[in-house]
Structures are given as C-alpha cells and as structure tokens.
C-alpha cells in the first residue's frame, strides 16, 4: 500500500508534468507569433523601400497620391492579416490549453477526492459530508473553467471574425 506521502509525490508529479506541457506549449506558440512579427516587419520594411523609390521617382502629385494610397491600404491589408493570424495562433492556444486544464481538472480532480477518501479513511473521523462538500466543490471549479474557456473561446472566435475582410475583398 502506497503511503500518503507517496500519493502526494504522485499528485506533484502529475501537476508538474501538466505545468511543464503549459509552459512548452506557452513557448511554442510565442516563437510562432515572434516569427510572425518578424515576417511581418520584414516585409513592411522591404514594401516601405519600394514605395520610397517608387514616390522619388513620380512625376505629378496624382501620382503621388495613389502611391500613397495604394502603400496605405497594402500595409492596413498586410496588417490586419497578421492581426487574424496572431487571433488564429491564440484561439488555438486557448483551446489546447483549455484541453489540458480540462484533463487537468478531471484527472486531478478525481486523484485528488480518492486522496482526500484515503486520508479520512485513516483518520478517526469518517464524515461522509466532508468528501461530498470537496467532490462539490471541485464540481464546481471543473464547471466555472469549462464556462471561462467557452467564453473565451467566443471572444476570440468574435475577434477573428471582426478583422476578417468584408466579402469579395481580400
């Protein structure tokens, strides 16, 4: 029979492999947004120079009015591209965090109510309410996380929806 130290270790362990799959997931996905802005400032950059040239280079104002204007929408385009993908890589990331929580709290939930019935089983007192109350409780958080990701998950969903471009444009 595994000692309550024992259960413990085991329940530290599990916690730190969760928080330890959060963290890899954290890095990944900000590298991958990093990228991005590079990406990103890159190519506005290499675009600023074109135009540069291209408005040294024009004749008339007419000219220069619909270089700017094409450099202005070209950059708002670019930019809001990004925008969706950066809301793309974190609705993602919000999901799969919300997965492992999810895992989190129903495994850890559930090996942390069979500790508990472990540790009043040795204890002189045996108050059934006690482990109803704690099995509620953590009913209880399980229920508010699934709500909190749900509406999180809305909220991101809005956003990318938001900064997508109208119909017919791109």
């Given at each position: 029979?595994?000692?309550?130290?024992?259960?413990?270790?085991?329940?530290?362990?599990k916690?730190?492999?969760?928080?330890?799959r959060?963290?890899?997931?954290?890095?990944?996905?900000?590298?991958?947004?990093?990228?991005?802005?590079?990406?990103?400032a890159?190519?506005?950059?290499?675009?600023?120079?074109?135009?540069?040239?291209?408005?040294?280079?024009?004749?008339?104002?007419?000219e220069?009015?619909?270089?700017?204007?094409?450099?202005?929408?070209?950059?708002?385009?670019?930019?809001?591209?990004?925008?969706?993908?950066?809301?793309?890589?974190?609705?993602?990331?919000?999901?799969?965090?919300?997965?492992?929580?999810?895992?989190?709290?129903?495994?850890?939930?559930?090996?942390?109510?069979?500790?508990f019935?472990?540790?009043?089983?040795?204890?002189?007192?045996?108050?059934?309410?006690?482990?109803g109350?704690?099995?509620?409780?953590?009913?209880?958080?399980?229920?508010?996380f699934?709500?909190?990701?749900?509406?999180?998950?809305?909220?991101?969903?809005?956003?990318?929806?938001?900064?997508?471009?109208?119909k017919?444009?791109?």
């Amino acid at each position: 029979m595994a000692t309550k130290q024992d259960q413990i270790n085991e329940l530290q362990k599990k916690n730190l492999e969760a928080a330890t799959r959060l963290a890899q997931l954290s890095i990944e996905n900000s590298q991958r947004i990093l990228e991005l802005q590079v990406a990103t400032a890159k190519i506005l950059f290499e675009d600023g120079v074109k135009n540069a040239k291209a408005l040294s280079a024009a004749k008339d104002p007419k000219e220069v009015i619909e270089l700017r204007t094409q450099y202005a929408q070209a950059t708002t385009e670019k930019l809001l591209s990004s925008a969706r993908e950066i809301a793309e890589i974190a609705a993602r990331t919000q999901n799969e965090v919300g997965k492992l929580v999810g895992e989190q709290l129903s495994t850890g939930s559930s090996d942390v109510f069979e500790a508990f019935q472990k540790l009043f089983k040795g204890l002189p007192i045996s108050d059934q309410n006690t482990l109803g109350a704690i099995q509620t409780a953590i009913d209880t958080s399980r229920t508010a996380f699934e709500q909190i990701t749900r509406a999180s998950t809305e909220a991101f969903q809005a956003f990318t929806n938001a900064s997508q471009p109208p119909k017919g444009r791109k």
